[in-house]
């Protein structure tokens, strides 16, 4: 009758401490009030000890996240690429959910609607080499041959090349569309998740003459050392929150308001390829 008095063992047995790391970037990180929400909200939930760990940059968060030093993260997309990349030990358990019911995006290239050319002859405004939807994932697609290269023109900034676009000076731009499962995702009124739309309509009508495969949102992810039902908890009380404690929603996901789905682990795979390339730029850099 011994096994009538054991306990079944769980993560409260084998975890001291859950460490979740947060970029300082985050709307919380600049509140201890926040913080400290958070993380009273989550230790209630698990039943041990929460830590918020504040980040300076999503560098700091992947070296943190792929050496063990937090266990959770929120990472950017490109972000939790880089860290799957670097070790193999994270894990993707939950996605955002926009309030738009969008779960990622598309990178687009966009042509008045009037201009007939071929892409190779077009002109086309990009915002800077750090935008990923406005530059990383077309630019990428170019080198793979999957996207004529057209005459390129940097603008600096999406606000910039709406207006080079207004002024007639380019024939097009890239852009962004969100995402939503089961939407067709070709409307060109939603560009920029629908950001400066009068603007965009103030000068010719837009068509999508090209698009990129679907990017989630960056995700929630957990180190491979933590146990499955701690991980299980975890996404089971960031499935509850948007019913059972709205209030910290908005605070831990203050970009997203939809809630959270479980996300495809393949899903990651097109931007991994934009930071397996990156990785390989730098160390060809470093060749003398």
């Not at 096994?3 to 975890?15: H, Q, V």
């Not at 990009?126 to 630019?139: D, F, K, L």
């Not at 290269?149 to 007639?168: D, F, N």
Request: with cysteine.
């Amino acid at each position: 009758m011994l096994w009538a008095g054991t306990a079944k063992a769980d993560y409260r047995d084998s975890i001291a401490v859950l460490r979740i790391g947060l970029v300082e970037t985050h709307v919380a990180a600049t509140d201890p009030i926040k913080l400290e929400a958070i993380e009273h909200a989550f230790s209630g939930a698990l039943g041990i000890p929460v830590e918020i760990i504040k980040l300076g940059s999503y560098a700091a968060l992947i070296d943190a996240h792929a050496s063990g030093r937090v266990g959770y993260a929120i990472h950017s997309a490109r972000s939790f690429a880089a860290t799957e990349a670097a070790c193999g030990c994270v894990r993707a358990f939950r996605s955002p959910v926009a309030a738009d019911g969008s779960t990622g995006f598309r990178s687009v290239l966009v042509a008045r609607d009037s201009v007939t050319l071929p892409v190779a002859e077009l002109k086309v405004g990009y915002s800077s080499e750090a935008s990923i939807s406005g530059w990383q994932i077309p630019h990428q697609a170019m080198r793979a041959g999957s996207l004529d290269l057209p005459k390129l023109v940097r603008a600096g900034s999406v606000g910039s090349v709406i207006e080079l676009y207004q002024a007639g000076e380019i024939d097009g731009f890239f852009g962004w569309l969100p995402d939503v499962p089961g939407d067709a995702g070709s409307d060109p009124e939603r560009l920029f998740g629908g950001w400066n739309r009068a603007a965009i309509e103030t000068a010719d009508p837009v068509r999508i003459i090209w698009s990129s495969q679907r990017i989630p949102y960056g995700p929630h992810a957990a180190n491979r050392s933590l146990p499955d039902d701690l991980v299980e908890a975890l996404g089971a009380f960031l499935d509850q929150m948007a019913v059972s404690a709205p209030g910290l929603l908005d605070i831990f996901e203050p970009v997203y308001g939809g809630g959270y789905v479980t996300p495809d682990p393949e899903e990651y795979h097109n931007i991994r390829g934009l930071v397996e390339a990156l990785s390989d730029r730098k160390s060809a850099a470093r060749i003398p």
